[in-house]
């Protein structure tokens, strides 16, 4: 019989290998079953800092419980529009239960896509239809491979256990924080592709969602065009999952002309703040930083009217360049499996209302995000490079001239340029109290020598399509908002459940037939 033991601690400077004769010791029995299914650090106390484990054992050997998945009795066409996470978990969820996905991505597949964002990264040319934003693992491939979630769903488990069976690290589904890396993904990726297709899906690389097709209110075909052909073409759908990220403005255009029901959504901006990684693991473990693994925070600030928060930090990351559209820059962070870069970055972030906006309009969001993208290109000097200033030198409202011992990691290159003159005026108040305030919590969070770099803009998406509780969409039959883009989810995780979510449902659909 398994049962669950919680509350084992073990020493910060101990290997995990001793865990097991711990928690048999504590038994007093061996045990021939033995599964880790959650691992924490405690560092409330920086002279005992320890791992915190909940474990399931038993005296007997045991067998895994595997989930079963029902078969469907006919063959519909699921088109896929987007091979994110959101995309790409319903695609999985769809083959398990017998059915063949076509799935259309606008970008490349992940080893061209990795070429080409490589090459942007150095100062080559932006390819606007596969970059950060675009391309097979979504925004997500680029910018950590972090799977933490605040959402409580009951499919976050299956997440993590679907990553892991698909390559990524067994930790991953047990840790408080799982953490894949960027460069880990790649092989995720290629082998749920591998999965996918050997079991009847297709993928269509560098292939855009460009028009509906509907009789008497339901979707009945979709039209697509290759990006680098332009050749166009009609796909007969039985129903269509809309898991388009949070980035495709000329896909939400597309969608609203043919008639699909969206509403304006608040969204944040803001900057990426970056200090050494060495500064941020002292100031949280003290000099057990050194052998702990590279230190992560979340920040939340109430000093302004605006809320402030971190979010998608890189503990021993980078910042890279994210645009997606030419005369824009945009920022993100980045990190590999390891995490052992000297700096350590996050995003930092400032709530906007629709009243910053003029909210009434549907796209007044999207206008809102590149008029501050184009303010950030023209102050990095019109070539990709991204405008920075010092945190000391912002706080004091004065021009930076000079890097202290942070040299920023945003490989296009930067240029020095006030915040103020990207980010709106509310924004730069709300950051410049926040950050000695954030510092309350996290000593030396205001340091000087720490570098901001602008701009952060594709927090979530400006838009919401509405569904309703067949999660399909209000005003069209056989479309299935789905993810991050369609406004359901914020973050790898809720965006893969969510596409599981969709997929249950579609089985339920056709499933008896």
């Avoid at 009795?73 to 994110?84: E, H, K, N, Q, Y």
């Avoid at 491939?141 to 299956?158: E, V, W």
């Avoid at 004065?398 to 240029?415: C, E, I, K």
Wanted: some cysteine; proline content about 4%; glycine content about 10%.
């Amino acid at each position: 019989m398994i049962r669950r033991i919680d509350n084992i601690k073990l020493p910060a400077d101990r290997p995990e290998s001793q865990l097991k004769g711990i928690v048999e010791g504590k038994l007093r029995t061996k045990l021939k079953y033995f599964k880790i299914l959650k691992k924490s650090l405690d560092a409330r106390d920086k002279r005992n800092i320890f791992w915190l484990y909940s474990v399931a054992v038993s005296e007997r050997e045991e067998r895994e419980s595997v989930r079963e998945y029902g078969k469907i009795s006919c063959r519909p066409t699921v088109a896929i529009i987007g091979g994110g996470p959101a995309g790409l978990f319903c695609a999985i969820d769809l083959v398990r239960h017998g059915f063949r996905p076509l799935i259309f991505e606008r970008g490349e597949c992940v080893e061209d896509r990795r070429l080409t964002c490589l090459s942007f990264f150095s100062g080559g040319k932006l390819n606007e239809s596969s970059n950060v934003q675009f391309g097979e693992g979504g925004a997500g491939a680029f910018s950590d491979g972090k799977l933490n979630t605040r959402t409580k769903d009951s499919l976050n488990a299956d997440v993590l256990d679907t990553f892991v069976q698909f390559g990524a690290p067994e930790d991953v589904a047990y840790l408080n924080k799982p953490h894949v890396g960027s460069d880990m993904l790649y092989d995720v990726l290629r082998n749920i592709r591998k999965y996918i297709i050997e079991n009847g899906g297709e993928y269509f690389f560098n292939t855009r969602l460009d028009g509906l097709e509907c009789t008497g209110g339901e979707l009945t075909a979709i039209a697509v065009t290759g990006v680098k052909d332009g050749i166009s073409r009609r796909v007969p759908v039985d129903a269509c999952v809309l898991a388009i990220g949070h980035s495709a403005r000329d896909t939400f255009e597309m969608l609203h002309r043919s008639g699909v029901y969206m509403q304006p959504r608040d969204f944040a901006v803001g900057v990426r703040i970056e200090h050494l990684a060495s500064e941020i693991g002292f100031a949280q473990y003290g000099e057990s930083y050194k052998f702990l693994p590279t230190a992560d925070y979340q920040l939340v600030s109430h000093a302004d009217e605006r809320t402030v928060f971190t979010f998608c930090m890189c503990p021993g990351g980078v910042v890279i360049p994210a645009a997606s559209e030419q005369g824009g820059v945009v920022v993100n962070g980045m990190s590999l499996r390891a995490r052992d870069g000297v700096n350590s970055n996050s995003a930092l972030m400032v709530q906007m209302r629709r009243e910053d906006f003029d909210g009434d309009d549907l796209f007044a969001g999207v206008r809102f995000q590149r008029e501050i993208e184009r303010r950030a290109f023209l102050c990095g000097g019109s070539n990709y490079r991204a405008p920075v200033q010092l945190v000391g030198d912002f706080l004091k409202d004065r021009n930076s001239s000079a890097f202290g011992q942070l040299v920023p990691t945003y490989s296009a290159g930067t240029a020095f340029a006030p915040v103020d003159e990207v980010l709106p005026k509310v924004a730069c108040r709300a950051l410049r109290a926040a950050i000695p305030d954030m510092a309350k919590r996290l000593k030396g969070f205001d340091a000087g020598y720490a570098v901001l770099t602008a701009a952060e803009t594709r927090f979530s998406s400006p838009v919401k399509i509405l569904r309703g509780a067949d999660m399909q969409s209000v005003s069209i039959k056989n479309l299935y908002p789905c993810g991050e883009g369609s406004g359901y989810s914020g973050g790898i995780t809720s965006s893969a459940a969510d596409g599981m979510r969709v997929a249950e449902t579609l089985y339920s659909r056709f499933g008896g037939q």
